[in-house]
């Protein structure tokens, strides 16, 4: 039997889209989600950052109900919605301690909106699972569907906990030891890489398209001539190593078919030109 951590409190509608050429029709739909929680992380994960001092803003959502999508694909809208009066919690997954109020020693919840609100307040990592569970209809739906969820029974209540988890990431300020750098791929039209390495805390933080952070994964043997990570945001690579020594570096790409990618690592100008 699993343990739940916290109650919270809330209801919220998801958009779902189907490909173009979709016939018109029904589907069961399950899923539980973190708002907010969109950084790309180790393994099939999301997750959401801040630095010890930050305010954190997240929501809980879910849709579990009945999607109608239209002829020829595009947006569905949820019909019906199995859950009419929600309560939210989150577990931990086997072996994590996800202590949310060590990392959050306020936390204020709307019970209207589904929002957890706090402050930071020391480095951590934080793996949770949120579920909803309906009070007035305590066994859900098991039929056919499009299921992202999963069924948790704790204390005589039966709960619908997100597949995957979400890590919440607590950073220690920004530490004058990180190196900033900017990596130029081989024979590829591919827009350089940015990056930090943050030695201090242990992460890999990956630059999106728009400047925003938008990967961050663990580093592996952070003392080593050669250091790695799992993956880079939107690329399906599985697995990178970076040669410190000259600043060369290798991501292997889930399909094995595909060739390597390669570049070269060199540490960003800490003064702005303009």
Not at 79 to 86: G, H, K, Q, V
Request: hydrophobic letters at 40%; glycine letters at 10%; one cysteine or more.
């Amino acid at each position: 039997m699993r343990t739940l951590n916290a109650i919270l409190g809330a209801a919220a509608i998801a958009a779902a889209t189907f490909p173009c050429g979709a016939k018109a029709g029904e589907l069961h739909s399950s899923r539980v989600f973190v708002l907010g929680a969109n950084i790309a992380t180790d393994g099939p994960l999301t997750a959401f950052v801040a630095h010890v001092g930050e305010s954190v803003h997240l929501s809980i959502k879910y849709e579990i109900g009945t999607l109608s999508y239209p002829d020829g694909g595009g947006t569905a809208t949820l019909e019906s919605n199995d859950f009419t009066n929600p309560e939210y919690g989150y577990f931990c997954p086997p072996d994590e301690t996800c202590d949310m109020t060590a990392a959050l020693p306020v936390i204020m919840l709307d019970p209207a909106s589904g929002r957890i609100i706090g402050r930071a307040d020391k480095p951590g990592r934080f793996i949770f699972s949120p579920a909803v569970r309906d009070r007035d209809n305590g066994e859900p739906y098991r039929g056919k569907g499009a299921w992202d969820t999963l069924f948790v029974t704790s204390e005589g209540k039966t709960w619908s906990e997100a597949k995957y988890p979400v890590v919440l990431i607590v950073l220690p300020p920004p530490d004058p030891g990180n190196v900033d750098l900017q990596c130029t791929f081989d024979g590829a039209s591919r827009a350089p890489l940015l990056l930090t390495l943050d030695f201090k805390a242990g992460y890999a933080e990956i630059l999106g398209d728009d400047g925003k952070l938008g990967g961050i994964y663990q580093l592996n043997n952070p003392d080593s001539d050669v250091i790695g990570w799992s993956s880079l945001p939107k690329t399906g690579v599985n697995g990178v190593a970076l040669n410190r020594t000259n600043g060369s570096l290798t991501a292997n790409f889930y399909d094995v078919s595909k060739a390597a990618l390669t570049a070269h690592c060199a540490k960003r100008s800490t003064k702005r030109e303009f």
